[in-house]
C-alpha cells in the first residue's frame, strides 16, 4: 500500500502553515494542556518538519502565545453557545443581573467541560495573561475576528450599567472583582476539590456568583 509523502511548508498556501500549527497546538492543549504543546508533537500531526515552524514562530514560546490566544477564543465560542440557550427575564434590571451571572457560569462550565484548554488559555502563554479588557500590547494575526471571553465579561458589565446597577466608574474594579471570582472558582473545582458532585459544583458556582452581584451592584 502507497504511503503519503509529509506535506512541507511549501505545499501549504499561504497562511495555512501556521494556522494548521496553532490548530495543532490547541488539539494538544485539549489533552494535556500547556505542557502537552511541544514542538515534536505539533509539527508531527501537522505533518512538517520542526523547522518548518520557525517560518511564522521565532520560538516555542511564540507558538504556545498563539495557542493561548486561540484557546481564549475557543472559550468565548463556548461561552457565546451556552448563552445562546439562556432565557432572560422581562425586567431589565433583574436581566442585566442575571446575565453577568451567566456569563460567569458559562466561564466555569467551561473551565470544568475543558480543563486542557482552559489551562492553555490562562496559563499557557509565556508572556502572561493581560488584564481583561485592557489593549493587548501587540496585535493578534490569529484573531480570525472571534471574541474573547474578556469581550462577554465587558459586556454584560455595561448592561449593568444602562440600567444604573453598576456606576461606569467602577467598571476597572468591577472586572477584577469578576475575573477573581469566577477563575477561582473554576480553579478551587478543578484543582483543590475536583471530588464534588455536580450538584455541589452548582451550588458553589451560584453561591459565589450571588454574592459577587450583591457586591458589585447598587441597591436602590
Known amino acids: 500500500m502507497a504511503t503519503r509523502a509529509p506535506r512541507t511548508r511549501s505545499t501549504y498556501h499561504h497562511g495555512e502553515l501556521r494556522a494548521a500549527l496553532v490548530t495543532a497546538g490547541a488539539e494538544l492543549a485539549r489533552r494535556g494542556g500547556p505542557e502537552a504543546v511541544v514542538l515534536r508533537e505539533v509539527t508531527r500531526i501537522v505533518g512538517v518538519s520542526p523547522n518548518a515552524v520557525y517560518t511564522h514562530f521565532g520560538t516555542l ?4 502565545a498563539a495557542v493561548s490566544q486561540h484557546a481564549l477564543r475557543d472559550m468565548a465560542a463556548a461561552m457565546t453557545a451556552e448563552l445562546a440557550g439562556v432565557t432572560e427575564p422581562a425586567d431589565r434590571q433583574v436581566a442585566a443581573a442575571k446575565h453577568l451571572r451567566d456569563v460567569g457560569r ?7 467541560a475543558e ?11 509565556p ?6 479588557g485592557h489593549e493587548e500590547d501587540r496585535p493578534d494575526p490569529d484573531a480570525d475576528h472571534r471574541p474573547k471571553p474578556d469581550a462577554l465579561l465587558l459586556a454584560a458589565l455595561r448592561r449593568l450599567t444602562a440600567v444604573g446597577r453598576l456606576p461606569a466608574e467602577d467598571t476597572d474594579a468591577a472586572v477584577m472583582a469578576s475575573w477573581a471570582t469566577v477563575h477561582g472558582l473554576a480553579s478551587i473545582l478543578l484543582d483543590l476539590q475536583p471530588h464534588r458532585s455536580p450538584a455541589e ?8 456568583l450571588h454574592y459577587l452581584l450583591q457586591g458589585l451592584t447598587r441597591e436602590d
Open 127 to 132: 508572556a502572561g495573561v493581560g488584564t481583561p
Open 201 to 208: 459544583r452548582e451550588a458553589a458556582i451560584d453561591a459565589g
Open 61 to 64: 514560546a511564540e507558538l504556545k
Open 115 to 125: 480543563p486542557g484548554l482552559f489551562r492553555m488559555a490562562m496559563d499557557g502563554n
Open 106 to 112: 458559562a466561564y466555569v462550565h467551561f473551565a470544568l
